[in-house]
Structure formats: structure tokens, C-alpha cells
């Protein structure tokens, strides 16, 4: 792209850029794969004749879009085969994301995790729709559906994204205070401390891809999970620290083991206690932790 610094096209997909990488972001789940897309739309829009786009906004998130839901039929299968449980990449985030609080809730771990459970075009369809306010008409020219085919897939991917996601959007600040008691609590294996801060049917989900070892399924209630927790901060020899910064518009732990990064833990917070942690082990996973990734939904 840098061979054509100056064309027209280049300047409208950069300016475009990050509500681009949000779409394929939120669609996807993975930030290697989303900036596949971006390449792919580049290059469909290179060869595009700008006299003819009326809307170039629109005219890029059709194609991105529709190159993301090729990719979600492939990444089905990719998952399918994925050791253990699968989470998102995690991606490090600006603190003005975490402010806008639309914006957060869409890139949370937890409610990624609700739109695993859609189907590609319902996916596709809630996220265009209940995120990015899009028209109808415009979806069903997108996905290759009748507006009123696009109609009964966005209310049936809303109610079921409805009756799984968090009941209450909590604040940045309430969050970061549940996190911090979890903090000190983990730093000081301190099981009780544990045992305050996690809801009572809390579940954590870890994602070792395989690679790094994690439990093979998710792990429920206070009780299993503080225990877990405390049994692996005991492990001798281990110097183990946890520093705050924001995950996904949410603030999460980096994990460090013996000064080297061993994940990000991110979590879901319901009426001041942890009902989610997310852990993401796999080093492939990792790579969007060091410098910000830049999210819009405009």
C-alpha cells in the first residue's frame, strides 16, 4: 500500500481504516485474521471505480463484511479443531475505548464469547445491525438476503444474543475496583480474598490453543475456581506478578510468570463480583498486547 501513499483510494481506505479492523474484529474474533480481510478488501478496492461509489463508507464495509463471513465458514471449521477452549484475541486498547461505553460492550470478552454461539450470517447480521446501526436494506444487499429475510435473522440472533449476554453494562471505574481486589488477592494467594470478589457460579475459561497448558474445559463455581487459582500461584519457585491495563475497552491483568508474559485475563463483572474469567495462554493470541489497536464504530 505504501506504493500508492497519494492515490485517492488509499487516503479514503486509511481514513476508513479503523472502523474497517473494528468490523472484521467483531465478526471474527481474531485480529490476525481481521487484518486478512483488511488486505483482501484493499484489494478489491483498489480496482474499484470511484466515480462510481456514492457512499465509500458504506461501499468499504459491504466488502469487508462480506469477505469476513467467507472467513467465519472457514474459521468454523478451524475452531472445531481447536485444542481446548477457544477465546478471542485479546487486543490492548486505548482508555477512551473503555469510556465509550457502546463500543466496550461490543469488543468485551463476554459478549464475543455470546456471538461464538451464532451462526455466521446471524453473526454477521447482528453485528452490522445491533453494533454498527446499518439498514436492513443494506444487510440484505451485503449477505445476499431479502430485507425482510435480514429482518427475522436480526431478531433472532437478538434475542438469543439477548438472553446470554451480561444483564447490566458495568462502568470502567466499578470494574477496575472489582479487578484490583482480584489483584491483591492473587498476588497474595489469599483463597478467601479469592472467594469475595468471585460470584458465586463464576466460570473461568482458559485458552492455551494447545500450546500452553490450561484446563480442557471451562471451570464453574467460587469455590473450583479460587482453588484453582490459589493451587497455581503456589507452585514453588514461581514469582508470579499481575499488572492492570485495558483489554478489549475493559481492564484485565497481563500475567507475568518470572518476568515473561504468560497471558491476559480478562473478566465479566455482575453487581460488584467476577462472573467471568477469560485467560488467554496462547502465545499466537498475544501479539496485540504490547501497543494499542485502534477501535471505532465510526
Known amino acids: 500500500m505504501s506504493d500508492h501513499a497519494t492515490d485517492p483510494a488509499t ?76 477465546l478471542p484475541e485479546p487486543l490492548l486498547t486505548a482508555p477512551d475505548v473503555a469510556e465509550d461505553v457502546e463500543l466496550a460492550e461490543s469488543v468485551s470478552m463476554a459478549l464475543m464469547l455470546v456471538l461464538e454461539t451464532l451462526s455466521p450470517t446471524e453473526r454477521v447480521v447482528f453485528v452490522l445491525r445491533e453494533v454498527f446501526e446499518v439498514g436492513y436494506d443494506e444487510i440484505a444487499a451485503t449477505v445476499g438476503k431479502s430485507p425482510a429475510a435480514v429482518r427475522q435473522i436480526a431478531y433472532r440472533a437478538r434475542r438469543h444474543v439477548d438472553a446470554r449476554r451480561p444483564r447490566e453494562v458495568v462502568s470502567s471505574g466499578e470494574a477496575r475496583a472489582v479487578l484490583e481486589s482480584f489483584r491483591r488477592a492473587l498476588g497474595a494467594g489469599d483463597l478467601r480474598g479469592l472467594l469475595d470478589v468471585l460470584a458465586p457460579q463464576v466460570v473461568l475459561v482458559s485458552d492455551g490453543g494447545g500450546i500452553k497448558q490450561t484446563p480442557p474445559r471451562p471451570i464453574s463455581t467460587a469455590d473450583k475456581v479460587a482453588r484453582f487459582i490459589a493451587g497455581g500461584i503456589g507452585k514453588a519457585g514461581v514469582t508470579l506478578t499481575a499488572d492492570l491495563t485495558v483489554v478489549n475497552g475493559s481492564p484485565a491483568l497481563v500475567i507475568r510468570v518470572d518476568g515473561e508474559i504468560d497471558g491476559v485475563m480478562a473478566i465479566s463483572v455482575e453487581d460488584a463480583r467476577i462472573t467471568g474469567l477469560y485467560y488467554v495462554r496462547n502465545p499466537q493470541k498475544l501479539t496485540r498486547i504490547a501497543a494499542e489497536t485502534p477501535l471505532t464504530l465510526r
Open 11 to 86: 487516503e479514503i481506505f486509511v481514513a476508513h481504516r479503523s472502523l474497517l479492523f473494528t468490523v472484521a474484529y467483531e465478526m471474527l474474533g481474531s485480529a490476525a485474521d481481521a487484518e486478512d480481510v483488511l488486505q483482501e478488501t484493499w484489494l478489491r478496492w483498489v480496482k474499484t471505480d470511484l466515480e462510481q461509489v456514492h457512499d465509500q463508507r458504506a461501499y468499504l464495509v459491504r466488502i469487508t463484511t462480506r469477505q469476513s463471513l467467507n472467513r467465519l465458514r472457514s474459521l468454523k471449521r478451524r475452531k472445531e479443531a481447536y485444542v481446548g477452549p477457544w
